[in-house]
């Protein structure tokens, strides 16, 4: 099955930075979504997405929609110690429960103090 | 609480035993999911059902079997035909006609020695 890119593959970033992270398809996609993920625990929902052009933010985190509906980017402001995870992003094509999600490979976030 | 739980969370098994892991939901969802997430990779997809006594292959299907016989029940069976068992399994699950939103179990580590 197709896997998203993800970029970069891993950050390692001091607190109080802003973070930058993305995924790129070769296909269009009708949402995105990001989740992170802590050790040894399931993924958690961040930001989904269902517009192309949507721009949509969530506390610190801020998402968007590609205008090509082949991309989405993540935005992390003034990160602080316990945004350390992966973070993945999921594309779907179709709507509803029959259409499957494709992940990305994930962005592993360090934050040092 | 609602929610999602799987179990166990750690699970240690011989060689060419089959091993069954639980996952139950009280969301009242709809449609289940079972992933399988290798370290450094992302999620790939095993089985999935939308609805009770109906599920479907996933990207990679071969030596799982799965069962739906409750709506809020989605066990995941590891057979011996499993060629590399050791993994990191989450369940998920969405109510039909909420976006594309999957919500993840905490997940069980299965090592199979």
């Known amino acids: 099955g197709q896997q998203l890119n993800q970029s970069p593959q891993s950050m390692f970033i001091q607190e109080g930075e802003d973070v930058s992270m993305n995924c790129t398809s070769s296909?269009?996609?009708?949402?995105w979504l990001w989740y992170k993920q802590e050790p040894g625990e399931g993924p958690v929902l961040l930001i989904a997405?269902?517009?192309?052009?949507e721009l949509t933010s969530n506390g610190r985190l801020t998402a968007q929609f590609g205008i090509t509906r082949k991309d989405s980017f993540l935005n992390i402001s003034a990160s602080i110690p316990s945004d350390v995870g992966i973070y993945f992003c999921a594309g779907q094509l179709g709507t509803g429960t029959a259409s499957k999600l494709t992940f990305g490979t994930g962005t592993r976030l360090q934050v040092t103090l | 609480d609602g929610g999602i739980t799987q179990s166990p969370k750690y699970l240690f098994r011989k060689e060419g035993q089959n091993v069954t892991l639980s996952c139950e939901q009280n969301?009242?969802?709809?449609?289940m999911y079972w992933y399988r997430q290798d370290p450094g990779q992302g999620l790939r997809l095993i089985y999935y059902?939308?609805?009770?006594?109906?599920?479907q292959k996933g990207d990679i299907a071969e030596g799982y079997s799965v069962s739906r016989e409750k709506k809020e029940s989605f066990p995941l069976t590891v057979t011996s035909a499993q060629k590399n068992p050791t993994a990191f399994y989450l369940c998920?699950?969405?109510?039909?006609?909420?976006?594309?939103?999957?919500?993840f179990g905490p997940g069980t580590r299965l090592t199979v020695l």
């Open positions: 998920a699950s969405m109510r039909e006609g909420e976006g594309n939103e999957q919500f």
């Open positions: 059902s939308q609805i009770v006594n109906d599920f």
């Open positions: 997405l269902y517009k192309a052009g």
């Open positions: 296909s269009i996609f009708n949402t």
């Open positions: 969301l009242n969802h709809d449609a």
